[in-house]
């Protein structure tokens, strides 16, 4: 065997070696923090891949050593695990934990695995196991902290993304409309991902966190939703007027944000051309809500403005989000085919006053496609300003017209600017 054909392979060994030298050390540093002695450490986890690795290379086709020394070090491993289980600790609880064992034919496995897979998925899997050692405080301080009905929503997530989005057709089904159950589905998975993201951000992460940042989470998660519980609030007293028309501000000028990551995981080409506009509405909104903050001066102490979410992955809201973008999906498409741009117009004026997220990611996914690029930037333009209406609705409704008219002048002005960029776009 020449140099140039046995380099990969001392290059793999190589890899190896180093990869489960690191193991051992977390290991070994493990147990050393946690006061025990446990099978497994720096010379061990090393031998027993370099092990594997042998009896591996000695038949790569049947693979009968390797799975030999698999069968050997189970029967080790058994031992081990049975006498390790008649332990008690000073609490008299007996010592069940899998971690040594595995760890152990993990460093045996990892042998084969760094000789036949791509180098990424041996360091993957290595830093994956150390991370999931060294982290057991953590992981466990997170077990007690979780409650069950979020491991039910990470499950729900799990079932909208996993399972119904790859059994879904991607063909229409109705002349109707361009889009395809699978598209409609993905719409679903795209703005759920985004609102479950934020959703648990506010839940675990923003309690002890300013209530800025928390207005923020807001607007990822919904800025109408989040512009109704601030109103409600500062209305009975609950929080400061002043600071709930900053968070409203906030919420506004990070919904263009997520507009725009929304259409760009779809389209391109359109949040190519709404970049501009939706960027520069949302310098507007966070200049807006630092006048305002300037306007009301440091509070005299700190007032959460909490916004707690409800849970994003209801499959009852899924299924209806579902229903609304086929339906938003038809109407857009028959309006524009009827009436060309105006009637989309229309459409994206009055959703606004709904759900903007079906009309929008409709449009990103080719609902309208019989009409222009800028048009299509026009009607989301459209819809944002006539949320923003929606939205000074609410705070009036809730406030009353005097108190309410900073912020809902705010919302007003962010309209009309998003009217006229869409009057800029179809100019060009």
Known sequence: MSFATSLPLLTNLALLLGLSLFFGLAFEEFQAQQGRTQPGGVRTFPL???????????????????????????AWLYAYYRSAVAERDAEGVPNVGLTVPVCNLLAYLLGPITLTQPHWVAVGLTVTAVLLLTGRERLHTMARQLELPEIVTAGKFLILTGIILPLLPNEPITPLTRVTPYQAWLALVAVCTLSYGSYL?????????????????????????????????????EIPLARAQVGIALATAVMYLRILAMIAVFNWSLAASLTPSLLALSLLGFAFAGLHGWCAGRPAAQTSVRVEPSNPLELSAAALFAVLFVAISIASTWAAD?????????????????DIDPFVLSIAQGGASSLTGADAAVAVLTATASNNLLKAAYTVGFTGQR?????????VLLSGAAVLFGFLLTRH
């Open 48 to 74: 027993l891949a370099l092990a594997g690795a042998m009896l591996y290379l000695l038949d790569a086709t049947h693979l009968i050593p390797v799975s030999v020394g698999v069968l050997v070090l189970g």
């Open 403 to 411: 108190r309410g008219l900073p912020v809902v002048g705010t919302l």
């Open 201 to 237: 951000l506010q839940r675990y992460w923003t309690s002890n966190r300013s209530a800025f940042v928390t207005a923020i989470l807001g607007g990822l998660y919904s800025s109408t939703a989040t512009t109704v519980v601030l109103a409600r609030r500062a209305s009975t007293g």
């Open 338 to 354: 009827h009436f060309g741009a105006a009637g989309l117009y229309v459409i994206a004026a009055i959703v606004g006053v709904t």
